[in-house]
Each structure stands twice: as structure tokens, then as C-alpha cells.
């Protein structure tokens, strides 16, 4: 089958690799359709590294994916030929302690799509998943959409996590896919004060099409001052989705006390700090988000139901072979670029 691997820094190719096989009677071989670009990808693609996973050359990357059902296991019951999936990228083992105790999102031998060192992802023609990673549409929503359940479960987990209110005041720094994903999340909850910021002032403007009740650019304001001009007393929840030391100060800054600070964005530093005095003075808490802990069901019904609309995110789309210059694009942050959709 044809795949796009990663051959060095900044360097893809398409390549002929083999066609996965169904090993065990619980596996699912699907025809991949739609791949979103993460910025995650993106990551390996200019660093060859996430922290301490680093790439082994040649590799595939990929892990937002809609596919097609072409073939089942034996012991597959919930999923038929011809179905449209949406594919949760992690697979866990339900057996460690951490699965035991409902954190499938850490198992102890969780294996996640385009992963070093657990295995390759979905820039290819085929993968196969466990039935339990394949959560059919029925049709109810558009193979586009689908692609767009993985980042938007984690918007929806990092909502749920954070126990928000309706009438919570919260900010969302980065306005980029996961950003956004954490803003639909919070207004199905019928959330409504959200401040958002983005260095890129066309995400700020997407921002505030979707509804944020202010945006501004940290590069050009203090969007501190400017948050807490309109809520002196400060907000209740900050979603740090950057991943950046300057937007982690800026929650710390911008959340009242007793106040939540999700960390939902992934720092490409191995090691970030915090103003502890602040931070014990008023006695913050601080969530870490890992991804995703079963939501994948909840984005597709989410999406289903029309409460919401996760459209506006796709900005570019793209044809298998063009896979470089879309990572390229999302990158450089190129051509008002907010997701990136690739079909295969």
C-alpha cells in the first residue's frame, strides 16, 4: 500500500509498504479516508522528537483519522463491512491498574497511533485498529467531521475534567484546533464568557466568529491587563492550550483564587515553571490533560446533534500526495491555516 513516511527532519516521501493483515479475531482493517494534521505531526515532522519519543527513520506519523471498514475478525460484533469509523488512536490493554480503574488514556501498555516506539500511523492506505477504537458514524455525520472527533474528544474532556459551570467566566489560550475544540466543548455546556488569545490574529477572528466574547494578540496587547479590565476579580478557568512558558504565566496571572488551570497544550520543552508563590497564595489547582479518557462517543453525538459546529475549523484540504506541503503549511502557520484535512 502506499504510505507518507517521515525520512528525516523536515524530509516525507511516499513509500510502498505492506498491507496490514488481521492478526487477532477482535481486529478491524480499515480503508483510511480522511487525516487531519496534528500539531502533534507536526512536531516529529521538524523535531523527529516529543520529548522522550523520539523518531526512528523511515516512519508514519498521523493519528486524527475517518475510515471505512473493509474486513473484521471473527469476534468483532459492533462493526460491520462498509461501516464509516471514526478511530480513537489508542488502544489499551483493560487489563493494567490504571485500566482497572477507568484511565485507559494512561495504561500501562497503551499503544497510540504514529507513536515512537508503539507503532505507525495513519498516512497510509490501511491500518488495522481494535474493534474497541472503532466507533461507527451510521452516517450521521460526514467522514470530514469524523476526522475532527479526535482533537474535539479531547476538547471535551479537558470541559469535563475542568467541572465548568455555565456561568463560569473561563479564558482559552491558543486558538488553534485543540484551543477551538476546548471552546465548542464548553459552549455545548452552554458557557458563554470565554476570553480567548492567539499570536495569529486570524485565529483570534475565528475565535470570536465562534462566539468568544473577546479576543486579543499577546503580541501586540497586554491580554492580561485587557482580560482583567472585564473581570477585575479574575476568571475561573484557564485552558492553556499552547503549550508555551509565556501563556502557563498568563493563566497563573489571569485565574482568580481557588481557580483551575488545564493544561491541556503539549510544551515542547522537557521542563516548564511556575511562580509558586502565586500560585500557593491562591491556591490553585492544576489538571493535566493526557489526551483523551472515552469521549470519542461523546464528539461524534456532539457533532450528531447540530448543538454545535465543528465545520468552520477546516480551513485547507488536501490530496494524498500533497501530504508535505500540508504539513509545511500547518508548520509555518501559512495561508490562515487553523486544521488541515488530507484525503487518501
Not at 515553571?273 to 489526551?291: A, G, M, P, V
Amino acid at each position: 500500500m502506499k504510505a507518507i513516511a517521515l525520512t528525516d527532519i523536515r524530509k516525507m516521501e511516499l513509500v510502498e509498504v505492506p498491507e496490514p493483515a488481521i492478526k487477532k479475531d477482535t481486529d478491524v482493517l480499515l480503508k483510511i479516508e480522511k487525516i487531519g494534521v496534528c500539531g502533534s505531526d507536526v512536531h516529529y515532522h521538524e523535531t523527529g522528537r516529543i520529548g522522550s519519543q523520539v523518531v526512528r527513520y523511515p516512519f508514519i506519523v498521523g493519528h486524527e483519522c475517518a475510515a471505512t471498514v473493509k474486513a473484521v475478525g471473527s469476534a468483532v460484533t459492533r462493526i460491520k463491512l462498509g461501516d464509516e469509523i471514526v478511530v480513537d488512536p489508542a488502544a489499551a490493554c483493560h487489563q493494567c491498574d490504571q485500566c482497572r480503574q477507568g484511565r485507559e488514556n494512561t495504561c500501562e501498555n497503551l499503544t497510540f497511533l504514529g507513536t515512537p516506539g508503539q507503532g505507525d500511523g495513519c498516512l497510509c492506505e490501511y491500518i488495522v485498529m481494535p474493534q474497541d477504537s472503532c466507533f461507527p458514524t451510521y452516517q450521521k455525520i460526514t467522514l470530514e467531521q469524523a476526522a475532527l472527533c479526535e482533537p474535539l474528544s479531547i476538547g471535551i474532556y479537558s470541559v469535563l475534567r475542568s467541572k465548568v459551570s455555565h456561568n463560569a467566566k473561563i479564558s482559552i489560550l491558543g486558538s488553534g484546533p485543540i484551543g477551538l475544540s476546548c471552546m465548542v466543548a464548553a459552549q455545548a455546556q452552554n458557557v458563554r464568557e470565554i476570553y480567548m488569545t492567539d499570536k495569529l490574529d486570524y485565529r483570534a477572528g475565528i475565535a470570536e466568529k465562534a462566539g468568544a466574547v473577546w479576543t486579543g494578540n499577546p503580541d501586540k496587547e497586554n491580554i492580561v491587563k485587557a482580560i482583567l479590565e472585564q473581570e477585575p476579580a479574575g476568571v475561573d478557568i484557564v485552558f492553556e492550550c499552547a503549550g508555551q512558558q509565556e501563556t502557563l504565566d498568563e493563566a497563573v496571572e489571569l485565574l482568580k483564587p481557588g481557580g483551575k488551570l488545564i493544561l491541556v497544550g503539549i510544551p515542547r520543552l522537557e521542563r516548564v515553571s511556575f511562580s509558586i508563590d502565586k500560585l500557593r497564595r491562591k491556591e490553585l489547582t492544576l489538571i493535566n490533560i493526557r489526551r483523551q479518557n472515552g469521549c470519542t462517543q461523546a464528539a461524534i453525538d456532539l457533532i450528531k446533534s447540530g448543538k454545535v459546529n465543528v465545520d468552520f475549523m477546516i480551513t485547507h484540504r488536501f490530496e494524498f500526495e500533497q501530504t508535505p506541503a500540508a504539513f509545511e503549511m500547518v508548520g509555518a502557520y501559512s495561508d490562515g491555516v487553523v486544521k488541515a484535512m488530507i484525503s487518501v
